[in-house]
């Protein structure tokens, strides 16, 4: 089994739908959450952190809930800019990354 | 501010050659890693340094070896480069502390015939 695992999608959705993914993870000792956004071919790019109370970010909102071990990115009025690859981190307090396979998102027009 | 900066950005070798990819960051981080990503999958960890002076292996390290030369630079050598190491090669760096993301490089395209 994964350390970190997430669904590979793809997921479509049209333009303005509501999409969310999960995160789970297996290390209890993890303690601090990201998620990336990756683009066909590009680095990776830090989309936003995920902090324990969640948090916003425009139309991107980031949850994470230690008692079941996962973490979730829920992005609002899709648009055809978000089309690319999710991916989340997570990270020990020793600073060991644990990256997710990513799952991909395709926006439709 | 340019962050992570691997060079070069594309390389075709012929199988038996060496190479070494070149990685520096001016974000004063302690930590920096070397990864690869084949077609359609995920990341993996070839090696990593926590602190300058120190290197450790991930999760693919066999074929590859690096060097921390100083803080800001982290170098990947491939001795007698393969077909099967024909990847997207990125750098990244990050503070110490594991509250802290890590950074990337653009990416190293690399073709080995």
């Known amino acids: 089994r994964k350390e970190v695992e997430q669904d590979p999608g793809p997921f479509n959705v049209p333009e303005g739908a509501t999409v969310a993914f999960n995160c789970t993870y297996s290390?209890?000792?993890?303690?601090?959450f990201f998620w990336y956004r990756q683009d066909c071919r590009k680095e990776p790019k830090l989309l936003m952190s995920v902090y324990s109370s969640g948090n916003e970010d425009g139309r991107f909102t980031a949850q994470l809930n230690r008692a079941s071990q996962y973490i979730s990115l829920l992005i609002r009025d899709s648009k055809l800019s978000d089309s690319a690859t999710y991916l989340c981190?997570?990270?020990?307090?020793?600073?060991?990354?644990?990256f997710g396979d990513g799952t991909t998102l395709t926006v439709k027009p | 501010n340019a962050g992570v900066t691997q060079t070069p950005k594309f390389q075709v070798l012929k199988t038996g050659q060496s190479m070494t990819l070149q990685c520096a960051q001016d974000?004063?981080?302690?930590?920096m890693y070397w990864y690869r990503q084949d077609p359609g999958m995920g990341l993996r960890l070839i090696y990593y340094s926590a602190s300058e002076g120190t290197t450790d292996k991930g999760e693919v390290p066999n074929g590859y070896n690096v060097s921390r030369l100083n803080k800001r630079e982290f170098s990947l050598r491939l001795e007698s480069a393969a077909p099967s190491q024909t990847s997207v090669y990125f750098c990244?760096?990050?503070?110490?502390?594991?509250?802290?993301?890590?950074?990337f490089g653009d990416g190293t395209r690399l073709s080995i015939l």
């Open positions: 990244a760096s990050s503070e110490s502390r594991g509250d802290q993301p890590q950074h």
């Open positions: 974000m004063n981080h302690n930590s």
């Open positions: 981190v997570v990270n020990t307090n020793a600073g060991k990354s644990t």
């Open positions: 290390n209890s000792a993890s303690q601090s």
